[in-house]
């Protein structure tokens, strides 16, 4: 297994607050180099910068696009430290995307590209700005409060309705992208946007936060992901949060990088029923980009950037859907899944049952066919005799 990485992490107080970062990345079980990036360090302002990155293109391209959005963002928001921390990840992020587009006209790589989630934590506030399928999640207590959202088509799906969260997760085209820095445009054809959210992440002690590859939360739900943290440094989580996917197969690099408000994070509180909450995305007001609006974009295949494809794709083959779906792997020992947080919804009857009670009704319908043929079989026999 070859990983790479801060092994220790440093406790360092941001404004007042104390934070702990640590970062590791693996290869994983099947690939044999990893196209995934991360980089972590302190700015001038005594504020933390964060940032990982998962590449695409194939061969070398998409490490050099990690590698060069890592480099490129954290250049950025080093200049004027006195601005703005959202425009200063927004511009960071224009910048990546017009080095990656430089760089693939360069060396005629066409389709190299990257994801890239990003976060300036300045005290007890996290700036987070994002861009296609890496995540960043919020955990306290061993549960997730919030997490960002998915640049990928299967994700408008769910917006629209279309499928649910369970069926999102083994779609075939799960990791088609709508939009990912090096690209000049998005899905639905207008110039490519980063996601950075007006509100900040309200940090306290004991908080945690996570950013992946979809390496990780690809193999490791969203639930463990908040119960493996619980309890542990950054550089015990972020190594078990990539031991956890490895073992489980590995299929892609996994790259994690934990933050925790203090030395660890706060142990799993069973009982504990989180207050989850939604933060707005900037709008033009502010300089950056409007709040997509769910379901407004029609993404057809040929607009997605698939993701370890070296090209946006053509349409792409039909793809027979499963007899059923595979079964989700089996919960890290000793974890169960938590209680249902506060502002969950209930969830909405999924299409599965609606089937079984259109197949239990025609079953029905033909048991009774069988017995009305029968009958009159039967009284057909009688007046022949």
Known sequence: MEETGTSVAELRRSHGFPLSVAALSDVGRVRTNNEDSHG?????????????????????????ASGLAVQVVEDSVRRDLDADPRDRLYNAFLDAND??????????????????????????????????????????NGQILWRTTDHTRVQMLVEQGDIDEDEARYHPEAGMLTRALGHARMADGRPLVPDVFAETLPLEEGDALVFSTDGLHDLVEDWEIGQLVAGKTADEAAEILVDTACDRGGHDNVTVAVVTAGHRASGYGPDYRPETYKLSLLDDDEGAAPTPVPGAYPATPEQTYDDPASAPPAAPAPVAAPAAAPAPPPPAAGFAPPPAPVAAAAPAQSGGSRTLLVVGALAVFGLLALVVVAVVGALLYVNMA
């Open 99 to 140: 080095a990656i587009l430089e760089e693939g006209s360069r060396s005629g790589t066409r389709g190299m590209g990257t994801t890239a989630v990003a976060a300036i934590l300045k005290g007890a506030d996290g700036y987070v700005g994002t861009i296609g399928d890496s995540r960043v999640y919020h955990v306290r």
């Open 40 to 64: 972590n360090s302190w700015l001038g302002d005594d504020s933390l910068f964060v940032i990982v990155a998962d590449g695409m293109g194939g061969h070398e391209a998409g490490e050099v």
